[in-house]
């Protein structure tokens, strides 16, 4: 027979991706502005959107209230020819 072939097998970092969101977009150059639950949250998402502002918006679970949508907004301004 042939010889055989070892492939390495790394994890995949999708996980560790999601974790690290918040540090990411900061990277990007984000800054983090607040922490709000619905529906201020739409509104203030709104409100930076037509600022001239991207805005992303991190889920977030409350320990003491795991069923309230709550988000972390993020927020830079429009980088040049984005639409």
């Not at 999708?14 to 922490?35: I, K, N, Q, S, T």
């Not at 600022?51 to 992303?56: Q, S």
Request: aromatic share 6%; net charge positive.
């Amino acid at each position: 027979m042939g010889t055989s072939r070892v492939i390495p097998i790394r994890p995949l970092a999708a996980a560790a991706a999601a974790d690290d969101l918040p540090a990411r977009l900061e990277r990007a150059g984000y800054l983090r502005m607040m922490l709000i639950g619905e529906p201020q949250l739409s509104r203030f998402a709104a409100k930076y959107e037509a600022l001239g502002y991207e805005v992303h918006i991190v889920p977030v679970v409350a320990a003491e209230a795991p069923s309230e949508a709550l988000g972390q907004i993020y927020v830079r301004k429009r980088l040049p020819g984005a639409g």
